[in-house]
């Protein structure tokens, strides 16, 4: 498979990295038959997209084994928003070698134009590092404590690809974290970032940005609107993500700063593009009628040196970590005991944020992925209203989900 203009032995859907992108509407039964042709098992996760857990739906603890297949049937609700989502496989262990590998691929949610622009782009940024040979590198050991982060920065598996435009016009721009640890701090030379969605839900209105910050797992959707010919880089700048601090185990981990891309813009000069002055946002329930827990990423020494889990546990799929009454709004506080920021990612069920302890800004909207800063908290309203099932909550540095930094939830 060729990768970054080279033949590689990297991992892929249908014969590339990222995969195809799937378009599916509100109302829509999107069937896939995955078929594995690893050497491991693996399954498949619909990153974001609001559908039943259980059975054949988007099931975190299916197991498809080597040399098998399995026919998956999401059922798109017919008020599902549109946006941008993304899909990965998501078996506990193999998580991050195989998002690190390759496999992933963009989902989108569309019912037809829903903004004003002249084009509409899918950037799905992946990141790996590959060997003299080709093959993709195995991490060490302090590699997977603090999360790997690859040396070659992707964007749709092409290495610093150059993006047309033409001044006056207007790009939605869907940029998806498909990164395994990497954080994205975004930002375009010369221009603002106007954001419109952010994990697949519209803002009230376009929210002009200097820079705009991704977790691993999550989206933005940005508006780009060139007025002046002229090479402008697209960079993610540095993101300090802690450190380990603990036993003698490292200092910080620190992403550096990676030219992801560079927008063309070529023709004179142009005003900008007008803005729309309204985005068809949802309204998200403002009260809670459920319990309030707090959850905990915990981080201690082993007899197998340091161990990660949520309120002290390693993942077990077969225990329940949270019981969850259907129908019911809750207020969690996520709790980062450890001096790393993770991203806390909760399936099927979006949540709001209602106050972080760094005062991070608050866009009042549904989101599934959200940083947690080194001993800190966020604080967010969950509604389990949309469905029932057994699911999962966990750290979206992948390599800390496969160490144990996951817990399970039922809701009944």
Same mark, same amino acid.
């Not at 603890?61 to 599902?80: N, W």
């Not at 450190?243 to 003698?248: A, L, Q, T, V, Y």
């Given at each position: 498979?060729?990768?970054?203009?080279?033949?590689?032995?990297?991992?892929?859907?249908?014969?590339?990295?990222?995969?195809?992108?799937?378009?599916?509407?509100?109302?829509?039964?999107?069937?896939?038959?995955?078929?594995?042709?690893?050497?491991?098992?693996?399954?498949?996760?619909?990153?974001?997209?609001?559908?039943?857990?259980?059975?054949?739906?988007?099931?975190?603890?299916?197991?498809?084994?080597?040399?098998?297949?399995?026919?998956?049937?999401?059922?798109?609700?017919?008020?599902?928003?549109?946006?941008?989502?993304?899909?990965?496989?998501?078996?506990?262990?193999?998580?991050?070698?195989?998002?690190?590998?390759?496999?992933? =691929?963009?989902?989108?949610?569309?019912?037809?134009p829903?903004?004003?622009?002249?084009?509409?782009?899918?950037?799905l940024?992946?990141?790996?590092?590959?060997?003299?040979?080709?093959?993709?590198?195995?991490?060490?050991?302090?590699? %997977?404590?603090?999360?790997?982060?690859?040396?070659?920065?992707?964007?749709?598996?092409?290495?610093?690809?150059?993006?047309?435009?033409?001044?006056?016009?207007?790009?939605?721009?869907?940029?998806?974290?498909?990164?395994?640890?990497?954080?994205?701090?975004?930002?375009?030379? =010369?221009?603002?970032?106007?954001?419109?969605?952010?994990d697949?839900?519209?803002?009230?209105?376009?929210?002009?940005?200097?820079?705009?910050?991704?977790?691993?797992g999550?989206?933005?959707?940005?508006?780009?609107?060139?007025?002046?010919?002229?090479?402008? /880089? &697209?960079?993610?700048? /540095?993101?300090?993500?802690?450190?380990?601090?603990?036993?003698?185990?490292?200092?910080?981990?620190?992403?550096?700063?990676?030219?992801?891309?560079?927008?063309?813009?070529?023709? /004179?000069?142009?005003?900008?593009?007008?803005?729309?002055?309204?985005?068809?946002?949802?309204?998200p329930?403002?009260?809670?009628?459920?319990?309030?827990?707090?959850?905990?990423?915990?981080?201690?020494?082993?007899?197998?040196?340091?161990? &990660?889990?949520?309120?002290?546990?390693?993942?077990?799929?077969?225990?329940?970590?949270?019981?969850?009454?259907?129908?019911?709004?809750?207020?969690?506080?996520?709790?980062?005991?450890?001096?790393?920021?993770?991203?806390?990612?909760?399936?099927?069920? /979006?949540?709001?944020?209602?106050?972080?302890?760094?005062?991070?800004?608050?866009?009042?909207?549904?989101?599934? #992925?959200?940083?947690?800063?080194?001993q800190?908290?966020?604080?967010?309203?969950?509604?389990?209203?949309?469905?029932?099932?057994?699911s999962?909550?966990?750290?979206?540095i992948?390599?800390?989900?496969?160490?144990?930094?996951?817990?399970?939830?039922? #809701? %009944?």
């Amino acid at each position: 498979m060729a990768l970054a203009g080279r033949d590689t032995e990297a991992l892929g859907y249908n014969g590339s990295s990222p995969g195809p992108t799937l378009r599916v509407r509100p109302g829509d039964d999107l069937a896939v038959r995955l078929i594995n042709g690893l050497a491991e098992p693996t399954n498949l996760h619909t990153h974001g997209l609001r559908v039943s857990p259980q059975g054949n739906g988007d099931n975190p603890f299916l197991r498809i084994e080597p040399g098998t297949s399995f026919d998956y049937l999401f059922r798109i609700p017919r008020d599902h928003p549109t946006g941008t989502f993304w899909y990965h496989p998501h078996r506990h262990g193999l998580v991050a070698d195989q998002v690190f590998g390759g496999l992933g =691929g963009a989902l989108l949610v569309d019912d037809g134009p829903d903004l004003p622009v002249e084009q509409d782009r899918v950037l799905l940024v992946t990141d790996t590092t590959m060997t003299v040979d080709g093959v993709v590198a195995r991490p060490d050991r302090m590699e %997977r404590m603090q999360g790997r982060e690859g040396e070659l920065v992707l964007v749709n598996g092409q290495h610093q690809p150059t993006l047309g435009a033409a001044p006056g016009t207007a790009q939605r721009w869907r940029v998806i974290n498909g990164c395994a640890s990497r954080v994205l701090a975004l930002r375009l030379a =010369g221009h603002e970032l106007d954001l419109v969605a952010r994990d697949g839900a519209f803002l009230p209105a376009p929210e002009s940005q200097q820079r705009v910050v991704l977790p691993p797992g999550s989206r933005a959707d940005v508006l780009v609107r060139p007025t002046t010919p002229g090479r402008f /880089p &697209l960079l993610s700048e /540095p993101v300090d993500r802690g450190g380990m601090g603990m036993g003698g185990m490292g200092g910080g981990v620190r992403s550096e700063r990676v030219l992801l891309a560079t927008l063309m813009a070529g023709g /004179p000069e142009a005003k900008p593009a007008p803005l729309p002055p309204a985005l068809p946002a949802e309204q998200p329930r403002a009260t809670t009628d459920g319990k309030r827990r707090e959850v905990a990423f915990t981080m201690g020494m082993g007899t197998a040196g340091m161990s &990660l889990g949520i309120d002290g546990r390693a993942f077990d799929p077969d225990r329940t970590d949270q019981l969850v009454r259907f129908g019911t709004v809750e207020e969690w506080t996520v709790v980062n005991t450890t001096p790393m920021t993770h991203p806390f990612h909760l399936h099927v069920w /979006p949540f709001v944020v209602l106050a972080t302890s760094d005062n991070a800004p608050l866009s009042g909207t549904p989101q599934d #992925v959200v940083l947690v800063p080194p001993q800190g908290w966020v604080r967010l309203r969950i509604p389990f209203t949309a469905y029932p099932g057994r699911s999962v909550f966990h750290c979206h540095i992948l390599d800390h989900e496969d160490a144990g930094m996951m817990a399970t939830i039922q #809701v %009944r």
